[in-house]
């Protein structure tokens, strides 16, 4: 990796991309600093400090801590990410919007112009929800109609302008700028994490224990990255066969290819459905006042992921088999809508493609139908483990506010590489284009 960054630094173009990059992330950090006019900033970090669900404590990470200090970016891209999930499922239910998803580069354009305003639509609703929800319990200094339209056009704006910021580095700088824009926020949140950390295992210990929580923590994280990046670049390879065909006067095809099913289809998708799943009603719960001896109370604190493992409380814990259960309904509801293994066996029958020992048609559809459910379990255990081993630690070894989750790692793991194989890919486009200009 370290090699790869050295290597596109001694390229000009890319130098200038990485650098244009680098200085829109300055340009992210600096907005996270400036609050939103006419809010008590010390209200909001009262009430955030007082949280006991771990869903705020991941919010505030994907906003890179602008949710906790309310600033501008306080929604970050957050409405974005959400509104290109809704875009995606609406491909399945409308026609059009299918049509328009194989429609090449012109329908890929017009998809983008749809998330575009969704995600305005999305901000302008959180942003009200908050600036009224949060403004009536004293985040606003004057609870009046003029200082919540301030604070509504802040917060949208400021999600826009991310947004924007997510294309341009797309557009000039390296990788994709919308998970470059959620890896930078993440990060930010990391130092935060290992304090906590230090407080909870290292601090006030003997030297013996320290080293050896120093060690413990180093090595679960390491375990945690080599597993992640093990499971994100994990696939099963199908073999193709292709006949010989005669084109003129002259016999083509006749050579062997593979179809690469990854292991973890899905990605960190099924991790982010399930938890906005079960955090969704928590969320709501907190612009409104519940008593803590009611039915619905208890029901949050078992949807509240601050609660589960906790010896104390082992009724709740009830909350993580639900959420283990829809990790794998979604692994397998999103695989079944990015993955058309019907489609694939036509496409693959048009062009005389065959997998060696299965008929074409419906027989390989069938077959890779059989494939893709083996491996998609076995990615969704892989998500599983990810995701509840900062749960367990949480809970057993009480260790609460950690926003370094098992999503945050995935999200980074994978961002990452996916970043490190861009610029990998510019630089041997430069080398080709070297090469012949010579």
Do not use: H
Request: hydrophobic share 50%.
């Amino acid at each position: 990796m370290f090699k790869t960054i050295r290597n596109a630094f001694k390229v000009k173009e890319l130098r200038t991309k990485i650098l244009y990059t680098f200085m829109m992330l300055v340009v992210i950090r600096f907005g996270s600093q400036l609050p939103i006019p006419g809010i008590e900033t010390s209200f909001f970090a009262n009430w955030f400090a007082k949280q006991t669900t771990d869903v705020f404590g991941f919010f505030n990470a994907m906003t890179g801590g602008s949710f906790s200090s309310m600033s501008i970016f306080a929604l970050s891209i957050t409405p974005y990410i959400t509104s290109s999930i809704i875009i995606q499922l609406l491909t399945i239910a409308i026609p059009k919007l299918e049509e328009l998803q194989k429609d090449g580069e012109d329908g890929r354009k017009k998809i983008q112009e749809y998330t575009r305003y969704t995600t305005v639509g999305l901000a302008l609703i959180e942003s009200s929800a908050m600036a009224i929800g949060f403004g009536r319990q004293g985040l606003l200094i004057d609870y009046n109609a003029w200082n919540i339209i301030i604070a509504i056009v802040t917060m949208t704006t400021g999600s826009a302008l991310l947004m924007w910021i997510g294309e341009q580095i797309t557009e000039k700088g390296v990788g994709n700028g919308i998970s470059i824009v959620l890896l930078f926020n993440i990060l930010s949140s990391v130092p935060d994490d290992m304090k906590t950390l230090y407080y909870r295992f290292i601090f006030g210990q003997t030297v013996t224990k320290m080293i050896f929580s120093v060690v413990v923590i180093a090595l679960i994280i390491l375990a945690m990255v080599v597993f992640v990046i093990v499971l994100n670049d994990a696939e099963r390879r199908i073999p193709v066969q292709y006949s010989k065909k005669m084109v003129g006067r002259k016999m083509v095809g006749g050579q062997a290819s593979n179809i690469p099913l990854k292991i973890n289809t899905a990605g960190v998708m099924p991790v982010i459905f399930a938890s906005s799943i079960m955090s969704f009603p928590v969320v709501i719960s907190q612009f409104f006042t519940i008593d803590p001896n009611s039915i619905g109370s208890k029901i949050l604190m078992v949807l509240n992921s601050g609660s589960w493992c906790r010896p104390e409380y082992p009724i709740y814990s009830i909350g993580l088999v639900i959420y283990i259960a829809l990790l794998i309904m979604f692994a397998y509801f999103y695989t079944s809508i990015t993955f058309n293994p019907l489609e694939v066996a036509n496409n693959m029958k048009k062009q005389g493609g065959f997998i060696p020992g299965i008929r074409p048609g419906k027989p390989t559809s069938d077959y890779l139908n059989k494939i893709l459910n083996y491996i998609v379990f076995i990615g969704a255990c892989g998500l599983i483990v990810i995701a509840i081993v900062p749960i367990l630690a949480s809970g057993l070894l009480n260790v609460s506010r950690i926003s370094f989750s098992g999503t945050s790692l995935i999200i980074i793991v994978g961002v990452v590489l996916e970043t490190i194989k861009a610029v990998e890919s510019q630089m041997l486009v430069r080398y080709y284009k070297g090469f012949l200009n010579d």
